[in-house]
Nanobody
Framework: QVQLMESGGGLVQPGGSLRLSCAAS????????MGWYRQAPGKQRELVAT???????NYAASMTGRATISRDNAKNTVYLQMNSLEPEDTAVYFC???????????????WGKGTLVTVSS
């Protein structure tokens, strides 16, 4: 009933930038925290950044200063602007959100299917 759809991934050269988007759709009363995680080949999924409904942000140390997370509550969308990308940033990037159901007001955590970011020359 709820879907998170990521977009914006692709191939970028080292030093380049990308902007990822994730739109939530379906049966939604409200969305609490939203975030981005990533998983590189052979590694565990790790936090990139999170943002509360009120706009409080948190970043992984590896992304501090190179990434900006933002959201549009009216569009149920979260964004991740990444700059100065490095080959080590190559990974599948996943969107995550805590979504409150209009049916019973319970909060459920959802994941998107991911979008691949490849940083290579």
């Amino acid at each position: 009933q709820v879907q998170l759809m990521e977009s914006g991934g692709g191939l970028v050269q080292p030093g380049g930038s990308l902007r990822l988007s994730c739109a939530a759709s379906g049966s939604i009363f409200s969305i609490n925290a939203m975030g981005w995680y990533r998983q590189a080949p052979g590694k565990q999924r790790e936090l990139v950044a999170t943002i509360s409904r009120g706009g409080i942000t948190n970043y992984a140390a590896s992304m501090t200063g190179r990434a900006t997370i933002s959201r549009d509550n009216a569009k149920n969308t979260v964004y991740l602007q990444m700059n100065s990308l490095e080959p080590e940033d190559t990974a599948v990037y996943f969107c995550n959100a805590d979504i409150r159901s209009p049916r019973d007001l319970r909060v459920t955590n959802y994941w998107g299917k991911g979008t691949l970011v490849t940083v290579s020359s």
